[in-house]
């Protein structure tokens, strides 16, 4: 199988990016999801806030039009980020929003930093999470909240092993139908290049939330809650507090 490393990633991310807006970005799941990571963050007047694998900055303009708020935004995507600048330059948000081009894995800002720290189906692109987090622990001040929403899928395990292939398919499923249905072909077929990904653990590293959890509290972090995204169970939020 093809060796998968972070720039064959990064290159499939900045071929979907002119797309992005229009599959995934169109879907009500997704942006369900996204208004409940901006309620559950608790976000207040100027709080800092950082948006990790910001994308076309779809949670980061939801977490300003909530209250007036600065963010960071990252992706190692420049790709997905000129989509986001554009946006930016239109709303005339350069001095609320600061977009760079940056990894997870490489984020290196000063220890307690921010009040929010997000990031939605993004940290599933990481292979190795454990360090991913602990440097978003280092990052968010004390009573800071750091934030995941994601698939609560478990792509974990032997590749063939037909339990695991049917666990992952019976979430595609409903991936792929909301996806023809919301989205039509262009955002079916991107979907179901997703879940060939999902499958085979190509850049795509999904854990259940009981995993994130887990590795959450291994941090440090407190008061770990988990809430399903409504009518769309098989996406929740997570919130955790430093
Ligand atoms: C599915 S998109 C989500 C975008 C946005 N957060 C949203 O919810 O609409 C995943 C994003 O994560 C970025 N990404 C993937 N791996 C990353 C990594 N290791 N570090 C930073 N960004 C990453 C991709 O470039 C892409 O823009």
């Known amino acids: 199988m093809k060796q998968v490393t972070r720039d064959n990633r990064r290159e499939w ?10 599959t995934l970005g169109k879907l009500k799941r997704h942006h369900k999801m996204l208004d409940l990571v901006v309620t559950l963050s608790g976000i207040k007047r100027n709080d800092q806030i950082l ?16 209250t007036d708020c600065t963010i960071t935004a990252i992706d190692s995507s420049s790709q997905m980020l000129r989509i986001f600048q554009e946006k930016i330059e239109k709303f005339n ?10 990894s997870a894995e490489d984020m290196n800002f000063k220890p307690d930093r921010f009040d929010i720290i997000a990031a939605t189906v993004a940290l599933h692109h990481v292979k190795f999470k454990e360090p991913v987090i602990k ?25 063939d092993d037909p339990r695991r292939l049917l666990r992952i398919l019976n979430f595609l ?4 139908v909301l996806a023809m249905k919301e989205g039509g072909m262009q955002a079916f077929e991107r979907m179901y290049d997703n879940g060939k990904k999902h499958i085979l653990n190509d850049g795509e590293y999904c854990i259940g939330f009981s995993q994130w959890a887990k590795l959450c509290k291994n941090a440090g972090f407190k008061n770990v809650e988990v809430s399903p995204v ?3 169970e098989w996406f929740k939020v997570l919130v955790a507090t430093k």
């Open 13 to 22: 991310f900045q071929e979907w990016a002119n797309e992005y807006d229009n």
């Open 51 to 66: 948006d990790i694998g910001c994308g076309t900055g779809l949670l980061s303009l939801k977490f300003l039009n909530k």
């Open 93 to 102: 948000l350069t001095e609320k929003i600061h977009c760079s081009q940056a």
């Open 135 to 159: 440097n978003i622990y280092d990052c968010l001040k004390g009573g800071g909240k750091f934030i995941i929403g994601e698939i609560d899928m478990d792509t974990t395990g032997r590749l």
């Open 173 to 176: 499923n409903e991936e792929f």
């Open 230 to 232: 409504k009518e769309f």
